[in-house]
């Protein structure tokens, strides 16, 4: 049965007059997914109706010749498209030297912060990327690997809401989470349409190329539909984590106090220039559940900019003189009033008779 003009994508989020942007790399995924718009916006029947550009963003990581060369295969194949092009050149080693990043991080603050541009200055509505299944599994792997939280195990989202100024809302939609690189590559040669191979994604220094080349060949021995399994796994963490965002919503301006009880009644608020603080009744926390009890500590210190490890939260936990006390080996936290803590990213913890109360410094 010979294959469709089109790969099965997700509709929902757009709708006819909307313009959307396909971010396209050369490389398998990408040049499938333009495709698949483009056949979409020609169908006879059920058209996309939608306004289809593409954006190029050449990292200046590989070579000059292959990156000129990639530049080259997308604006032949947008030319012979009759699809408008926004190409964006960065140096992502310069930033990746100057930030501290990982180039993997720098490279995607790069092409975030351009199609955040483009959706900012009207030309999209939506940008939408071509990451696969192969792809989620890989990033809820690796994301597992460094001990990330519900959140984080709910890997490469569908959609992603992106708010620029002046007030404009876009969003970036990922239309192939569904569909397995194998099909893709089968797609593109059924329709004799060639592709380019980053040299990159064979480079094992970075941690993704590991994960994809190394590791999960060895674990489809264990189970052979391993990919599909951590993206179920990806979509249960984040149906789960909304439906806690949900109830912390609802439950945090019940629970958490500004700055710091003063005698006669009322709170005082820290004068230090650019301090702030947060606090929560110890009997408070007593009458949550200890998986509510985690998250209300954790959203109390990511309203003040900061983020916490699992340790840290469970020396927090420790401070207020609740399990689970700190891992094996971790700093001792006595469980009295006054006593504090110092932890990552200026953030600093002190025990009260009655609170805890959480404060940062920038």
């Not at 992502?92 to 180039?103: M, S």
């Not at 089968?186 to 590791?215: C, G, M, V």
């Not at 006390?325 to 008779?353: C, D, F, K, M």
């Amino acid at each position: 049965m010979p294959q469709p003009a089109l790969l099965p994508f997700d509709r929902t989020h757009i709708h006819p007059g909307d313009r959307i942007c396909a971010a396209i790399s050369g490389g398998a995924d990408s040049v499938a997914l333009l495709l698949t718009l483009h056949a979409a916006n020609q169908a006879k029947h059920d058209a996309l109706g939608a306004g289809l550009s593409a954006v190029h963003v050449v990292h200046g990581i590989r070579s000059t010749e292959e990156s000129a060369a990639d530049l080259n295969f997308v604006r032949d194949l947008c030319a012979a498209l009759e699809i408008p092009l926004h190409i964006h050149h960065a140096d992502v080693p310069a930033r990746a030297a100057q930030t501290r990043e990982t180039i993997e991080e720098a490279a995607r603050e790069v092409r975030y912060e351009f199609f955040s541009n483009l959706i900012a200055s009207g030309h999209a509505d939506s940008i939408l990327t071509a990451h696969t299944l192969d792809d989620q599994a890989e990033t809820v792997l690796m994301k597992l690997l460094r001990g990330a939280w519900t959140e984080g195990l709910s890997g490469i989202h569908p959609v992603v809401l992106v708010n620029t100024p002046p007030q404009k809302q876009g969003k970036i939609l990922r239309l192939f989470l569904s569909t397995r690189r194998s099909e893709i590559e089968a797609f593109l040669k059924h329709q004799n349409q060639p592709w380019r191979e980053d040299s990159t994604n064979t480079d094992t220094t970075y941690t993704r190329n590991r994960i994809r080349h190394e590791l999960l060949p060895q674990l489809r021995q264990y189970n052979p539909s391993l990919d599909q399994t951590l993206a179920n796994l990806a979509e249960l963490a984040r149906e789960e984590e909304s439906r806690w965002q949900s109830e912390l919503t609802r439950l945090l301006p019940q629970i958490l106090l500004p700055g710091k009880p003063v005698r006669g009644g009322g709170r005082a608020v820290s004068t230090t220039p650019g301090e702030s603080s947060v606090a929560i009744e110890l009997d408070r926390l007593k009458s949550l559940d200890p998986a509510l009890r985690r998250r209300v500590i954790r959203a109390a210190a990511r309203q003040l900019g900061a983020r916490l490890s699992f340790d840290e939260t469970a020396r927090l936990l420790a401070l207020c003189g609740f399990r689970p006390y700190p891992p094996i080996g971790a700093p001792t936290v006595a469980a009295r009033t006054g006593a504090t803590l110092a932890l990552a990213n200026g953030l600093h913890a002190e025990r009260s008779a009655r609170e805890l109360r959480l404060s940062r410094k920038p």
